[in-house]
């Protein structure tokens, strides 16, 4: 039984919630890439090899907001060791836990691709950085891509189950959906930016854009129906998310702002030219301004 009893954590938006935000980003952007590496999809090589640009510096910032959550940042070793009888252990019943490895293992991977594609681009100017990459490159890419896929889209929704163990009203009773909407949300995100870094190198073909807009479409979809689904789960305990100003934040900022005008605006389709540049940036701006509006607000609401 969900008792409404229970200490909040106390997590501020401005660390843990961009913290969920920009690991989501770069997870959905990593995603999109490798996946059409896997399926050799040269065409669409401009897309992967953006993707892996965004990916590796964004999640460099994580554990940045991860660590200065702790409130005691020298301690941080415990987000990957526990001590029993003076001996380090891994606790791998702790979620927690267990997503900071994950995060590790996936900041690797983009590390390796993003040096890939720095190569590709001729870009590569270190010298150790060049030998590095000679060493690592005999490992077909795929390998690191596919490692780096998984366990991106598992940071992605660890945060969601995050919340969703922490034994409050909201987040108890939305168990597991909270998971999978932040899946969906990380593969629009992740689209998202790379539509801006796209048009802002001005790469991209318009078959490049068609297929990151069919693909954030089937993501805004799936995020709108799980969200439907969260809120009639919840019942009496998403009233947080819908009342007061997290429940501006909610529907104004993420339902209608971050998702139901981006997804009209999506169906309708860029036609070639500046005004299709300028509507795909207005669809990429909205829908991740949603993603943040999303992390928020529920971040936030689940703590009253």
């Not at 940042?73 to 990957?80: A, K, S």
């Not at 927690?96 to 994950?102: D, E």
């Not at 870009?123 to 077909?140: A, D, E, M, Q, Y």
Request: hydrophobic share 55%; aromatic share 14%; charged share 10%.
């Amino acid at each position: 039984m969900i008792s409404p009893e229970t200490q909040a954590p106390h997590w501020e938006w401005y660390y843990i919630a961009m913290y969920f935000y920009i690991g989501g980003i770069a997870a959905g952007a990593y995603f999109i890439g490798s996946l059409l590496e896997l399926l050799n999809r040269e065409n669409l090589r401009s897309i992967s090899k953006t993707a892996y640009y965004i990916a590796f510096p964004l999640i460099c910032i994580t554990p940045i907001l991860l660590i200065a959550d702790l409130g005691r940042p020298f301690r941080f070793w415990h987000l990957f060791f526990y001590t029993k009888d003076a001996a380090p252990y891994m606790n791998h019943t702790s979620p927690l836990s267990v997503g900071t490895w994950a995060l590790l293992v996936f900041g690797g991977m983009s590390f390796l691709s993003f040096v890939n594609v720095l190569a590709e681009d001729g870009r590569l100017t270190s010298p150790g950085l060049k030998k590095f990459h000679v060493l690592f490159s005999r490992i077909p890419h795929k390998i690191y891509a596919a490692i780096g896929s998984f366990f991106g889209f598992f940071v992605a929704g660890y945060t969601g189950v995050l919340l969703n163990t922490t034994a409050r009203p909201l987040w108890e009773a939305t168990d597991p959906l909270v998971g999978s909407l932040f899946v969906a949300s990380a593969a629009s995100t992740g689209a998202a930016a790379i539509v801006l870094f796209m048009l802002n190198r001005k790469a991209g073909t318009s078959e490049t854009f068609g297929r990151l807009e069919a693909f954030d479409r089937v993501a805004m979809i799936i995020e709108i129906a799980l969200i439907a689904v969260m809120l009639v789960v919840a019942g009496k305990y998403a009233a947080p998310l819908l009342t007061g100003f997290y429940g501006v934040l909610f529907l104004g900022g993420t339902v209608l702002v971050g998702i139901l005008i981006p997804l009209w605006l999506n169906w309708k389709g860029f036609k070639p030219g500046a005004a299709g540049g300028s509507m795909a940036t207005l669809v990429a701006v909205l829908v991740l301004f949603g993603g943040l509006m999303l992390r928020i607000s529920l971040v936030q609401a689940g703590q009253m």
